[in-house]
């Protein structure tokens, strides 16, 4: 097996991106040609980013199971799709086969066909990183099913406003999740969340830890239990159905800079194709390479380089159910060494967080299999880039910085693994077919290099957001209407010298921390249900491990008995409404806020205190009572 698409030198980068400019249709029609399709499309693209309106491979009509599937299944059966490595290192470590993955993805169409469950349905899956999970979702794809991946660390509540939205009609969860040493009790947290949710009609629980849930009778059923039914019933086979390329594929929740997360809806031609492409271009994968990828399911990074990318393409992909640091801070080097990966995919945040632990947990791996590494999610400082090329890579390995968002569905700035130049903490050059656009203060392009400014795409590709589910002006709002005819990303960004790209962080009112996406809006929502909560502002601080940590300036009523164990309550609300990843980590009380004679918060002063910024804070004369910036600043954390 090879991939004729494959960018293998620099001068097939440029001619590739060259003709992904010059004529995108015939470009991605090309690289679509090696799918397979039930029927091919009429037409590439339709578009208008004034509505907007996207379309990739019109008519076209597939089934992306069977391109991750079937079609490996039928030429390399006993080729591993998926190894998966528990969180306990002494338990129990299972591999599929592209057969067998097949067969247990029907063998799961069929449950789901059983519990009433259609094309278009919603399903939300609330898991943990096991095989089912992977299997889950496939199976939803399988049977046209949309689904909707609950990340295992979001509060009842935050998986309560994702069913409500979707109007999911089935859940998949587990009794519980294991991390590390702790158990998460993920079919509790689903009861409280369907106290809320009229929507859904069943609830399928898989048994993971094997912790007493509660099983209600007409709703509520064991994964195991309905494998059996369709066992008994003696037919393996499910078909695949026939989808459009435009019929939706997933929908995959994300914070904005207001409101509550909005759910980035994908379709099933145009994202195959795309992250088919990245993926095997971007970590340039060799048939039988192993993929570590070390996100979860539940981000869009799991969606693309733990499931539809690497299987699409055929490839190995390893999934790990635990954390970086448990049992020790050399689990993923444990990893690497224990099943020969070749190719490693991570945060910027593991690395730093690794880093710290010093080099004694990385001395008796053998890291020498691995050939590509890569990072995602925030941007990678220096120190922490050649760390991970130094101790990891051992300065042999090629280092991908890899720049997309949820939106994206795949990568979208990045080096080509060996293929094009790397610079540290540079995510470099655009992938073909993608076309960056930097608008300066004056809301003018920004020609040329040694430059800056809001990073846009000026042109469609095939794994691009449709829509925001139920809701087409929120999307056209947010990411189509502050430019003109322009996908607006949000991500301040750097041209340099040689015209390499450099994202320097968000610019709208979304924090990255640890590479997770959280709105500064919806943190202080949950900030001011807790009781004695008069008002709150949210900004990012530099942290040192998560890239940006959760700064909360508090105005509250009345202490309960003692300070801190008041900020631990406010905390725990947080934890409540959202999951514990949103728990600020400095809270500061405050007797006012710095607003405009409008009432405005004046974030961009907050952000600066919260930075360590003593006197340069800007023009302050817009302020109601500049007084009150004078006393945040004595009492800054
Ligand atoms: O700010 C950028 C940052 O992560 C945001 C997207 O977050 P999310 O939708 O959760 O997807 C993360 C995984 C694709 C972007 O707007 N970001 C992502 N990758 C990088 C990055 N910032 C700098 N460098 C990167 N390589």
């Not at 089912?132 to 998986?159: D, K, P």
């Not at 009609?201 to 209600?216: G, Q």
């Not at 444990?334 to 945060?347: G, L, P, S």
């Not at 999610?377 to 051992?394: D, F, L, R, S, V």
Request: charge should be negative.
């Amino acid at each position: 097996m090879s991939y004729p698409y494959q960018i293998k030198s620099l001068e097939e980068y440029n001619s590739a991106y060259k003709k992904s400019v010059e004529d995108p249709e015939k470009f991605w029609a090309d690289i679509a040609e090696n799918f397979t399709w039930k029927n091919k499309w009429d037409k590439v693209l339709e578009w208008n980013f004034k509505e907007p309106k996207i379309k990739w491979f019109i008519n076209g009509k597939l089934n992306i199971t069977e391109n991750c599937l079937d079609r490996w299944a039928e030429s390399q059966p006993d080729t591993p799709a998926i190894i998966w490595e528990p969180n306990d290192p002494e338990s129990h470590r299972r591999k599929f086969s592209y057969k067998e993955l097949l067969l247990k993805v029907m063998q799961f169409a069929n449950v789901l066909k059983n519990n009433n469950v259609k094309k278009g349905d919603r399903v939300c899956i609330y898991m943990p990183m096991v095989p089912e999970l992977a299997i889950a979702v496939l199976a939803c794809a399988r049977i046209g099913a949309i689904h909707s991946v609950v990340f295992g660390g979001f509060s009842a509540q935050s998986i309560a406003d994702r069913i409500q939205d979707a109007e999911c009609s089935l859940v998949i969860t587990a009794d519980g999740a294991y991390r590390g040493n702790k158990t998460i009790p993920l079919k509790a947290i689903i009861d409280d969340a369907l106290v809320r949710c009229d929507s859904v009609k069943k609830v399928i629980v898989l048994t993971r830890v094997r912790t007493p849930v509660s099983m209600i009778k007409g709703r509520d059923t064991w994964w195991e239990d309905e494998i059996q039914k369709v066992e008994s019933e003696g037919n393996p086979y499910c078909a695949a159905e026939e989808m459009d390329a435009e019929d939706m594929l997933f929908i995959l929740y994300t914070s904005g800079s207001t409101g509550k997360p909005k759910g980035v809806v994908h379709t099933c031609g145009g994202y195959m194709v795309y992250a088919n492409y990245t993926f095997v271009n971007v970590f340039q994968y060799q048939p039988g390479d192993i993929f570590f990828c070390t996100a979860d399911i539940g981000w869009i990074t799991g969606h693309s380089y733990i499931v539809y990318g690497p299987l699409s393409a055929g490839a190995t992909s390893l999934m790990f159910e635990g954390i970086p640091t448990w049992p020790d801070a050399g689990r993923f080097w444990d990893i690497v060494d224990k099943h020969k990966v070749n190719i490693i995919y991570t945060a910027p945040t593991a690395i730093r967080s690794l880093m710290a632990y010093g080099p004694d947990f990385i001395k008796d791996k053998n890291l020498g299999t691995l050939k590509v590494l890569g990072t995602v999610g925030e941007p990678i400082n220096e120190e922490a880039w050649h760390w991970y090329h130094e101790n990891i890579g051992k300065k042999k390995c090629p280092v991908v910085d890899t720049w997309w968002q949820t939106e994206t569905g795949g990568i979208m700035i990045s080096n080509l693994a060996g293929v094009t130049p790397q610079k540290p903490a540079h995510t470099t050059l655009p992938i073909p077919g993608i076309q960056p656009v930097l608008i300066n203060e004056k809301g003018e392009i920004a020609e040329g290099n040694n430059t800056s400014g809001n990073l846009c795409i000026a042109f469609p590709w095939p794994g691009m957001l449709r829509t925001t589910y139920g809701d087409h002006e929120r999307c056209r709002m947010n990411y189509f209407a502050t430019y003109d005819n322009l996908y607006f990303t949000g991500d301040g960004c750097l041209r340099d010298e040689n015209g390499f790209y450099r994202i320097t962080g968000r610019v709208d009112d979304v924090l990255n921390v640890s590479g997770h996406r959280i709105g500064t809006a919806e943190v202080e929502n949950a900030i001011n249900m807790h009781t004695g909560v008069v008002e709150s502002a949210v900004v990012g601080f530099p942290h040192a491990i998560k890239g940006l940590g959760i700064y909360a300036y508090v105005i509250f009523n009345g202490i309960h008995h003692d300070e801190d164990l008041t900020k631990q309550d406010i905390s725990q609300t947080v934890a409540r409404i959202i999951g514990a990843i949103a728990k600020p980590d400095k809270i500061q009380f405050v007797n006012g806020l710095p607003k405009t004679r409008s009432g405005k918060i004046m974030r961009r002063i907050l952000r600066k205190i919260a930075e360590g910024e003593t006197h340069n804070l800007g023009d302050t004369t817009a302020l109601l009572d500049p007084a009150v910036v004078e006393e945040i600043q004595k009492g800054k954390l």
